[in-house]
Structure formats: C-alpha cells, structure tokens
C-alpha cells in the first residue's frame, strides 16, 4: 500500500487509508524498539534535516531518536545558533541545507502554513512537526495510536480533548484524525478557549461542564493551558481554571467507571492535571511518549519511499 501524498504536512491531508498506513507500520516500529537492537537499516544513506524555530524537548528528541533507530544520517538546526539571527529567510535557509543534499525536512515552525510553503518550493519530503496553532500531525498519529493500542480500536471510542482548544495545534490534529476514523470526540473547556463554530467544523460536540464529559468518555485527552500563545485575558487565573477544568484524583474517584488519561506535554501539574492523576495507572502519558518514536519512525519510512 503507498501513501497518497508526499508530505505529512497535517492530518487534513490525509486519506483513511493513509492514517491506517501509518499506525499499521507503527505497531511494526514498536515490535523493533522492544529487541536488544533497537536499529534498522530501513533509512541508510537518507540523509534527514531537523528544522526547529520554536523550542522543543519530546517532538525533538522522538524525531532525533527516531532517525538514528532507523539509520538516517541526521542535522540538527536551531534557528537561535543559525544565521536565521542575522535576518536569513526561511527560504535561503531551506535551499542552503538542499544544496547539501538533504532528502527530508522535519520542520517545527511559530508560523502557520511554513512547512505548507516550504512544500511548495523544495523538492525534499517535507514533515511538519508543528505549525503555529494550526497542527502537529505526528502527535495526532501518536495519540490515536496510543489510544488504539489501549482501547483496541478507533471507531465508536468516545474521546474527551479537554483544555486550551483553541490555541492547541494538538487538538486540531486530533479533532481531524479521530473524526476521520469513527471516535465519537467532544471538547471541552471555558467558553473562551473553545473557538465557535466548531461543532459545524469538525463534527464534534462541545460541552462546558468536566464532570459530564468525563462521565461520557472512555478517554480524556488533556491539553496545556498556551499562555505564550493567549495575547488577552481568557480566564481570571490559573487557580480559577484548575477549579473548574483541573482533573484530579478525588474527581476521577466519583465517576461512574474508569477513563484512560493522556497529555501531550508538557503538563502544567497542579492546573489541568494533578499530580496523582498524571501519575496514576489511568494514565497512559509515558506510553505516549514511547509511542511517539514508533509513530515516527512509521512516518520517516513511509515518505521515504524505501517501502516500494
């Protein structure tokens, strides 16, 4: 079976078909990272470019770690240590890095639409590892993952993304995929950091009341409140929002029946999740985690062509 695009610019792109592709091929990456020798030679000889211009520590690592498993030859690029400071554009930076030779571009960028553009222009194989607030494919491939793993299954399984709906990439991505593979999802949140019109958007339900949506759901996925991204006053306080959004372990005791928790990270402990619960046996956060190299991998190979 081969991929219908390119590039893993979003989870919007995508057919069914791919989505299954990819976590298919991931539960094959996952059997190899639990052997003694956890490498492969599937991507010997293709060389891959980290392009990061935002900060990050799981995305980054899990792609770097990713490429080694697989035998890429890999380059990082920080754009704080790069010419990137001297006034350099995205685009000469880009073709500077092709003139070396580079198959693959995992690109992490504050700009919505840069790997979209940098598609356009360079014949690399391009994969976006976050754009503004628009996705991060890779972590909506890692989360259904991971909840297929748990659940057994996609379709019919209802999924709670709680929090910062509306400056999260994580969400969109998620909103996108599981929709696409029959997940029942509903958001949830305050009013302000639920965008409207979603429901019509993304075929999903909003509710504004915690306990209610974690009574529904068999899965409830956490997300970090984005001060960074938030340039106006959405709620009073932090202190305000883990009363009335917070998850904790007294709340999960009162619930009719046993829900997984997870969280992309990075968790603000002690506002969307407590510590006993992001620590808990329903958490499945370090899974995640460990998930999210098999995912890459998966999606490294498969846009290699070195499957054909």
Known sequence: MKLSTKHLLGIKDLTKGDISLFLDTAVQFKEVLQRPVKKVPSLRDVTIVNLFYENSTRTRISFELAEKRLSADTINFTASGSSVSKGETLLDTVNNILSMKVDMVVMRHSATGAPHFLAQHIPAAIVNAGDGINEHPTQGLLDAFSIREKMGKLEGTKVAIIGDILHSRVAMSNMYLLTKMGAKVTVCGPPTLIPRHIEAAFGVTVNYNLEETLNWCDVANVLRIQLERQNQVLFSSLREY??????????????KKDIVVMHPGPINRGVELDSDVADSGQSIILQQVENGVAVRMAVLYLLSNRNQ
């Open 242 to 255: 883990n009363l009335s959004y917070g998850i904790s372990r007294k709340l999960l005791e009162g619930l």
